[in-house]
């Protein structure tokens, strides 16, 4: 299993970082006591679970952009779409506990003075359904879409431009009340997951380490691919579709399979994001967020996988940071980040790491 | 107007006061008649209160109106003391008393000399049509204007023989024509089934509110001929009526339409022409409309006007000029790479974003519509075109002439499309490709800053005014075909249109939704557009 | 009359209904005869005709040069063949049975049609023997192109024609830093590892030297015969060189057709070479 892994030494380190958080973490948070200064907040531990589901994401932007080429602008629709089937999963388990203590209706619903649950909210009480919605559900999406734009060759800025209109063209169908997706409010006021209490530490350090196992499963699939002969056929397809389907690879295929892939791990980030920060609502597909994730591949470098998850990671550590100490300062820093990327280091903190160490070796 | 019509109006007008007052005789205007109504408004009864309001207004006394209409507003008093008639004036000078008869200014010291000129609802009744009466005959056609819409609905039998014959000698078009459907309508509750059925068909056609719900009160008549009659004509009615509401939907798209061509069409520039992405693009909007703000608000805060026709060149320079910087320092390293450049630009987007928040204010700024661009100007009963709409439609026109001149008659244009089509053939030639990069990316900036100007007559100013326009544009100059200004002008115009057109069906947000989806679906069938370029050269 | 002619060709009895035809684009034979052949084949670009009435017919084995002067509809040509470009009007046909018409790029190249571009287009960020891998023949569905292995003999055939085209050396190398000669080798390479029926060449000389030119004029001719090869040439000396028989084209027509000598003493041939 662990074949694909050789030569892939960030991976490698990512990997065991990974693993070595999920087994601190924990312990740090439940059983060293909060007066000691190496306790970790569960706010803490849910922040970190919040950057490793935007790794996980990270990766499936990586594995389209870095290796296929396809620069997705609309990525954050699929992450938000598998939130909104969790969200459902989770609204259904309020139950009676809502402010209206409507054993069957959301909230919401009995505000808009619905008398029953519409037929596509069926089934999201079951868990196992909602799962499989968290991954059908942006795939179909992906696919469905993929099918049209790959068929007829759309292409480079073009594909971009109309995966943002998609994006788009969603966050203003989930504003509408009629929807059926609580409309601007979203989902939210989340109890429990599966009979655990959403509040408590031990459920917030389940739901840490289940991103760690998803982003470490996420990563192993993705490299799967790209260290398969599927995946040279994908940056082939990159570099020179044309020549690609002069070779007798059916290109619309190859885009097609990987792009759905990716989105449904969109899908399952958006899954594991929503019980941590406890709401989902349509400014998840705000065109802008989609934008930011593809900066956060940038950051950490394209084509690498474990690059993407380490951009995640840093540039939402300094957004966290920044948004709290010097909200003002954080449009002009993500800006300039998003000039700077692109014009100083096309290949991200990856590909200066790469240099240094060539710089030393030679 | 001729003396002598007016002569013959009065004669008329007269008349019909006669006959709403039960008088068999014409009078003059009479002095004697104004004294005998003054007295009678001073009497104790209602009945002989409402004889004398008739007096006064069949006197033809210049004063009547006046007086009929501050009776109507509780504002006719008589003085305790002396029983003179005085009213406040609400027009001028509400504390001031002025006496009837003489017109004199009163002192009021006290509130408590006077005594209110009490009316009742019938009273009151009569009062309304005696004063909507005494405005039929006003030399002024826009008072009576007013006046027959007053009374539209309101009059009775007796009435209508008046209006009728006033009706005849009527020289403005527009009052006749209400005038008649005044009759018209009222005659359609004649007992006479003729009289009826000839007022259905003189209505035919006729847009007026009243009309409408009249005849479909007909369509349950016991005669099954008037009742058909009815329905041929209220039909008519209605598909008139219908085809001015798409006139005025055609409208309103052609004014969304103009706003989005105003949008795209700097990006059809930058995008079509140079191949660059610039998500920067609504951004430069922004700074449009925030320089149009700055010029109205502190240079020259009172002339909307003037200083909105400044705003015109002065928000090309400048977003022209930020533009040049933006393509300077940023967009020039990353030519031929256009995701990158993508990318680039939208963090340009979000740092001029936030420097605006920081600058003016994160909250919306509304910048003053001129005098004479607000007001509508109204064809009929149900269509009227809003100035600012018909400004803005006009104004992206004469941008789009004026882009269209500057691109294919001045030797920059030569020089732009030389550099579009082979730029190592045009630096061959000496043209300097760098330069007119800059002032190619430049022209598509300043443009976008003229359109801010526009915008900002149309919605507030605030930092996220180019966000919102920035997807719009982009699916109008794909849609259009990239690199064809045409192609951008019919896009932006008929998704306009489609847009309008679909919003009663499916409502504002759900017709954007789906021209999105219309656009996402188009794309892949015609991956160029409507107007791809052509030739060889553009397949590769 | 349009529907009595629907109607007619629909009751004809020398074939059954179309629907119950077998797929006619099942294998195209190749072993004998005319392998690839053009009927009638137009084109324009706006107006501007590219190919004009185009027929050709290439026997199955044979080594073709097609020469002709700027803009006589050559790429065109190849473009029609591959599926990039769809002609107006006019069949295209491989071997007796396949009409490539309506067939995709990748569905042509997985029939047996390999083509090398006049630019040489390998992957760069790809090592060499990564470029040869992905250019194999094979099962290309995408499953199978993730599950894919190399077994033994593939591996050998591959360090065959790393030895052919001379860059074992730089086998795991990044074929982006190639020598523009070497990418035009590695092209070559490629269209060998498609193993294909037909091979078209666009401008296989193009930035040789010398001995590389001798080099490829000897591989083109050891092909032909097992495969039929159809060169496209600028370079007088290398079709001299290789060709059996030569087809100028013109104005998107053919001019005239046969051995190199006959070619160069055809009086339209040399005014459209030399002008008049």
């Known amino acids: 299993m662990f074949r694909m892994l050789r030569g892939d030494y960030g991976g490698q380190i990512l990997i065991a970082l990974v693993v070595l958080a999920c087994a601190i973490v924990p312990y740090l948070n439940l059983y060293v006591p909060p007066s000691s200064p190496f306790h970790l907040s569960t706010f803490t531990v849910t922040l970190l679970g919040k950057y490793l589901t935007y790794a996980l994401l990270a990766l499936s932007v990586d594995l389209v952009w870095g290796y296929l080429g396809i620069l997705s602008l609309g990525h954050g629709a699929f992450f938000a779409l598998g939130g909104y089937a969790m969200g459902m999963y989770l609204m259904h388990q309020i139950g009676d506990r809502g402010v209206y203590g409507n054993p069957d209706l959301p909230d919401f619903m009995v505000f808009l003075n619905w008398d029953q649950i519409p037929w596509f909210w069926q089934g999201f009480d079951m868990f196992w359904f909602a799962m499989i919605m968290v991954m059908f559900v942006p795939g179909v999406l992906a696919y469905v879409f993929g099918w049209l734009a790959f068929r007829s060759r759309v292409t480079g800025v073009y594909l971009s431009i109309i995966t943002q209109a998609l994006t788009y063209a969603l966050l203003l169908a989930f504003f509408r009340n009629e929807m059926g997706f609580g409309g601007n409010n979203g989902l939210t006021d989340f109890k429990d997951i599966l009979g655990f209490n959403l509040q408590s530490d031990e459920t917030r350090i389940g739901l840490f380490v289940a991103s760690g196992i998803a982003l470490i499963l996420g990563y192993l699939s993705c490299r799967a691919i790209v260290a398969s002969r599927l995946g040279r056929v994908a940056v082939a397809i990159r570099d020179s579709e044309d020549r690609v389907r002069f070779i007798g690879y059916r290109v619309d295929k190859v885009k097609l399979a990987i792009f759905t892939f990716s989105a449904v791990l969109a899908g399952i980030a958006g899954a594991l994001y929503v019980p941590q920060v406890g709401i989902i609502n349509p400014g998840e597909f705000s065109p802008l967020n989609s934008i930011e994730l593809v900066v956060w591949v940038a950051v950490g470098g394209r084509g690498t996988l474990y690059g993407a998850a380490l951009g995640a990671i840093l540039v939402n550590y300094a957004k966290t940071y920044l948004t709290g100490a010097l909200p003002e300062v954080w449009l002009f820093a993500l800006g300039g980040l998003f000039v700077f990327v692109t014009l100083y280091m096309p290949k991200g903190i990856v590909g200066l790491m790469r240099r240094r160490q060539k710089e030393i070796g030679a | 107007m001729r003396p002598t019509s007016i002569a013959i109006?009065?004669?008329?007008?007269?008349?019909?006061?006669?006959?709403?007052?039960?008088?068999?005789?014409?009078?003059?205007?009479?002095?004697?008649?104004?004294?005998?109504?003054?007295?009678?408004?001073?009497?104790?009864?209602?009945?002989?209160?409402?004889?004398?309001?008739?007096?006064?207004?069949?006197?033809?006394?210049?004063?009547?109106?006046?007086?009929?209409?501050?009776?109507?507003?509780?504002?006719?008093?008589?003085?305790?003391?002396?029983?003179?008639?005085?009213?406040?004036?609400?027009?001028?000078?509400?504390?001031?008393?002025?006496?009837?008869?003489?017109?004199?200014?009163?002192?009021?010291?006290?509130?408590?000399?006077?005594?209110?000129?009490?009316?009742?609802?019938?009273?009151?009744?009569?009062?309304?049509?005696?004063?909507?009466?005494?405005?039929?005959?006003?030399?002024?056609?826009?008072?009576?204007?007013?006046?027959?819409?007053?009374?539209?609905?309101?009059?009775?039998?007796?009435?209508?023989?008046?209006?009728?014959?006033?009706?005849?000698?009527?020289?403005?078009?527009?009052?006749?024509?209400?005038?008649?459907?005044?009759?018209?309508?009222?005659?359609?509750?004649?007992?006479?089934?003729?009289?009826?059925?000839?007022?259905?068909?003189?209505?035919?056609?006729?847009?007026?509110?009243?009309?409408?719900?009249?005849?479909?009160?007909?369509?349950?008549?016991?005669?099954?001929?008037?009742?058909?009659?009815?329905?041929?004509?209220?039909?008519?009615?209605?598909?008139?009526?219908?085809?001015?509401?798409?006139?005025?939907?055609?409208?309103?798209?052609?004014?969304?339409?103009?706003?989005?061509?105003?949008?795209?069409?700097?990006?059809?520039?930058?995008?079509?022409?140079?191949?660059?992405?610039?998500?920067?693009?609504?951004?430069?909007?922004?700074?449009?409309?925030?320089?149009?703000?700055?010029?109205?608000?502190?240079?020259?805060?009172?002339?909307?006007?003037?200083?909105?026709?400044?705003?015109?060149?002065?928000?090309?320079?400048?977003?022209?000029?930020?533009?040049?910087?933006?393509?300077?320092?940023?967009?020039?390293?990353?030519?031929?790479?256009?995701?990158?450049?993508?990318?680039?630009?939208?963090?340009?987007?979000?740092?001029?974003?936030?420097?605006?928040?920081?600058?003016?204010?994160?909250?919306?700024?509304?910048?003053?519509?001129?005098?004479?661009?607000?007001?509508?100007?109204?064809?009929?009963?149900?269509?009227?075109?809003?100035?600012?709409?018909?400004?803005v439609i006009a104004f992206c026109l004469v941008v789009f002439a004026a882009l269209f001149i500057v691109l294919k008659k001045t030797s920059l244009g030569l020089q732009v499309r030389a550099v579009s089509q082979n730029r190592g053939m045009a630096r061959a030639m000496g043209v300097k490709a760098s330069k007119v990069d800059a002032m190619t990316f430049g022209l598509g900036a300043g443009i976008a800053g003229i359109a801010g100007v526009a915008l900002s007559q149309l919605t507030n100013v605030g930092p996220n005014l180019g966000q919102s326009y920035i997807i719009d544009s982009f699916m109008v100059v794909v849609f259009g075909g990239v690199g064809n200004l045409w192609g951008t002008l019919i896009s932006g115009f008929s998704l306009g249109i489609a847009n309008k057109f679909m919003e009663p069906y499916a409502g504002a947000v759900l017709a954007k939704i789906l021209v999105l989806v219309f656009i996402i679906l188009f794309i892949q069938k015609r991956p160029r557009g409507l107007f791809p370029q052509k030739g060889r050269a553009a397949d590769s | 009359m349009k529907q009595l002619d629907t109607l007619r060709e629909t009751m004809r009895r020398d074939e059954v209904f179309s629907f119950v035809k077998p797929d006619a684009n099942i294998q195209p034979i190749t072993d004998r005869g005319v392998i690839l052949s053009l009927e009638g084949v137009n084109k324009s670009f706006d107006g501007f005709k590219a190919i004009n009435d185009l027929n050709m017919a290439i026997d199955a084995g044979e080594l073709r040069c097609i020469i002709g002067p700027n803009g006589a509809g050559k790429t065109t040509m190849m473009d029609i063949i591959t599926g990039k470009t769809v002609p107006d009007t006019g069949r295209v046909r491989f071997g007796q049975t396949m009409n490539l018409l309506g067939m995709s790029e990748p569905e042509i190249a997985q029939a047996g049609i390999g083509r090398k571009f006049q630019k040489p287009t390998v992957f760069e960020a790809l090592t060499v023997a990564e470029n040869l891998e992905l250019a194999m023949q094979g099962d290309k569905s995408v499953w199978s192109t993730f599950r894919a292995k190399l077994s033994g003999s593939q591996q050998d055939y591959l360090g065959e024609v790393l030895e052919t085209i001379g860059l074992q050396d730089g086998a795991k190398g990044r074929s982006g830093s190639l020598s523009h000669g070497q990418k035009q080798w590695l092209e070559i390479g490629m269209l060998l590892m498609q193993r294909p029926h037909v091979l078209l060449v666009d401008?296989?000389?193009?930035?040789?030297?010398?001995?590389?030119?001798?080099?490829?004029?000897?591989?083109?001719?050891?092909?032909?015969?097992?495969?039929?090869?159809?060169?496209?040439?600028?370079?007088?000396?290398?079709?001299?060189?290789?060709?059996?028989?030569v087809t100028v084209l013109h104005q998107g027509h053919v001019l005239a057709e046969g051995s190199m000598d006959d070619v160069q003493q055809d009086q339209r041939v040399i005014e459209v070479y030399l002008g008049e």
């Open chain 2, 9 to 391: 109006r009065h004669w008329v007008f007269a008349f019909i006061l006669s006959l709403i007052a039960g008088f068999s005789t014409a009078v003059h205007a009479d002095e004697a008649i104004f004294q005998g109504g003054i007295e009678n408004l001073l009497a104790k009864s209602f009945n002989d209160k409402t004889q004398g309001a008739q007096q006064i207004a069949e006197s033809g006394d210049d004063r009547a109106e006046q007086i009929l209409k501050a009776l109507l507003d509780r504002q006719l008093f008589s003085t305790k003391s002396d029983k003179t008639l005085v009213f406040f004036d609400k027009d001028t000078d509400a504390t001031q008393a002025k006496q009837v008869v003489s017109g004199e200014i009163l002192p009021v010291t006290d509130v408590k000399s006077l005594q209110r000129i009490r009316t009742n609802n019938k009273m009151r009744g009569v009062i309304k049509r005696l004063i909507a009466n005494i405005q039929l005959s006003n030399p002024d056609p826009v008072k009576r204007l007013a006046a027959v819409k007053e009374i539209m609905g309101k009059v009775t039998s007796d009435q209508i023989d008046a209006v009728k014959t006033l009706s005849e000698s009527e020289p403005n078009a527009e009052v006749k024509r209400e005038m008649e459907t005044l009759v018209q309508l009222s005659e359609l509750q004649s007992s006479d089934e003729d009289v009826v059925k000839a007022a259905i068909i003189g209505l035919k056609g006729n847009m007026n509110q009243q009309v409408r719900p009249k005849l479909e009160d007909l369509l349950t008549s016991e005669s099954a001929e008037i009742a058909a009659s009815a329905k041929t004509t209220l039909e008519a009615i209605n598909k008139k009526v219908t085809w001015y509401g798409h006139l005025e939907t055609l409208f309103f798209g052609l004014s969304l339409g103009s706003v989005l061509v105003l949008a795209a069409i700097g990006l059809a520039i930058t995008f079509g022409v140079m191949g660059v992405i610039n998500m920067a693009h609504g951004e430069l909007i922004m700074i449009g409309a925030y320089t149009t703000y700055t010029i109205q608000h502190y240079i020259m805060p009172n002339y909307p006007g003037v200083s909105l026709i400044l705003s015109i060149p002065a928000a090309f320079v400048v977003a022209g000029l930020v533009g040049i910087i933006i393509e300077k320092t940023v967009i020039r390293h990353l030519y031929g790479r256009p995701l990158e450049t993508l990318l680039a630009t939208f963090g340009i987007s979000l740092i001029l974003q936030q420097a605006v928040r920081s600058i003016f204010s994160p909250l919306n700024r509304s910048v003053e519509t001129p005098e004479w661009m607000s007001g509508s100007i109204q064809i009929n009963e149900v269509l009227s075109l809003t100035l600012n709409r018909l400004y």
């Open chain 3, 203 to 245: 401008e296989p000389a193009a930035g040789m030297t010398h001995q590389e030119m001798d080099k490829t004029t000897e591989l083109l001719t050891s092909l032909a015969g097992d495969h039929t090869v159809v060169v496209v040439e600028h370079d007088m000396d290398f079709v001299r060189s290789i060709a059996q028989r």
